[in-house]
């Protein structure tokens, strides 16, 4: 099997209907991944097959937990997961990638400009001196434990923002240490095609 059948089979068990030039972009940023791997360190996968299951697919698990977002805010970016391949297909939802390894942020922008993704934003920092946006979602794959997550980013949410955190196992520990002041949602069990591994989602929102 391909990269493209690969992915067109991932995206038909996810119930995800894409267009061809969205597929071909993915493509190209998995192509892009593999490329600069080595110079910038973005993922431990060295194969293209690998990094559609572990990380395309993975990520597009996110897409039903930000349907009626406008902004979305991906906070230890790294590579681009999961805020590229999200905003591949949505490319309605302004989307801002954060991570404070500049090395990272620098394959970010040459990403984001060679697959022509105008609804993105590359930022270089810490989440912490992040002051100067406000969005619906802040989500990040494997950042930090959730108390420390609701911590870093809680004055990143606007007035109904909420966080959606993947994770992989089940976090029994982590959800004991959520602060009070924040309502978990739900933590839903996700199925990632060609993945044999446990991934969970996690949404949440400061109470009222």
Same mark, same amino acid.
């Given at each position: 099997?391909?990269?493209?059948?690969?992915?067109?089979?991932?995206l038909?068990?996810?119930?995800?209907?894409?267009?061809?030039p969205?597929?071909?972009?993915?493509?190209?940023?998995v192509?892009l991944?593999?490329?600069?791997?080595?110079?910038?360190?973005?993922?431990?996968?060295?194969?293209?097959?690998?990094?559609?299951?572990?990380?395309?697919?993975?990520?597009?698990?996110?897409?039903?937990?930000?349907?009626?977002?406008?902004?979305?805010?991906?906070?230890?970016?790294?590579?681009?997961?999961?805020?590229?391949?999200?905003?591949?297909?949505?490319?309605?939802?302004?989307?801002?990638?954060?991570d404070?390894?500049?090395?990272?942020?620098?394959?970010?922008?040459?990403?984001?400009i060679?697959?022509?993704?105008?609804n993105?934003?590359?930022a270089?920092?810490?989440?912490?001196?992040?002051?100067?946006?406000?969005?619906?979602?802040?989500?990040?794959?494997?950042?930090?434990?959730?108390?420390?997550?609701?911590?870093?980013?809680?004055?990143?949410?606007?007035?109904?923002? =909420?966080?959606?955190?993947?994770?992989?196992?089940?976090? =029994?520990?982590?959800?004991?240490?959520?602060?009070?002041?924040?309502?978990?949602?739900?933590?839903e069990?996700?199925?990632?095609?060609?993945?044999?591994?446990?991934?969970?989602?996690?949404?949440?929102?400061?109470?009222?």
């Amino acid at each position: 099997m391909n990269n493209k059948q690969q992915l067109q089979e991932g995206l038909q068990a996810l119930g995800l209907t894409l267009t061809t030039p969205q597929q071909l972009l993915l493509l190209e940023y998995v192509a892009l991944l593999t490329k600069w791997n080595s110079t910038y360190n973005l993922t431990a996968l060295r194969d293209e097959a690998s990094i559609i299951s572990h990380h395309i697919l993975d990520s597009l698990t996110l897409l039903p937990f930000v349907q009626d977002a406008k902004t979305l805010m991906d906070v230890g970016s790294g590579g681009g997961m999961p805020g590229i391949p999200t905003a591949i297909c949505r490319p309605d939802l302004q989307i801002t990638l954060l991570d404070s390894n500049t090395k990272k942020t620098s394959f970010l922008q040459q990403a984001v400009i060679e697959l022509g993704l105008n609804n993105v934003t590359v930022a270089a920092g810490r989440v912490e001196a992040m002051h100067d946006k406000k969005v619906d979602v802040v989500t990040s794959r494997a950042f930090a434990e959730l108390a420390d997550f609701i911590s870093l980013t809680k004055h990143l949410l606007n007035e109904n923002g =909420y966080w959606a955190a993947m994770k992989g196992v089940y976090p =029994y520990e982590e959800l004991e240490h959520v602060p009070a002041s924040v309502e978990v949602v739900k933590v839903e069990k996700l199925h990632v095609p060609m993945l044999n591994a446990e991934r969970h989602m996690v949404v949440m929102k400061p109470k009222k």
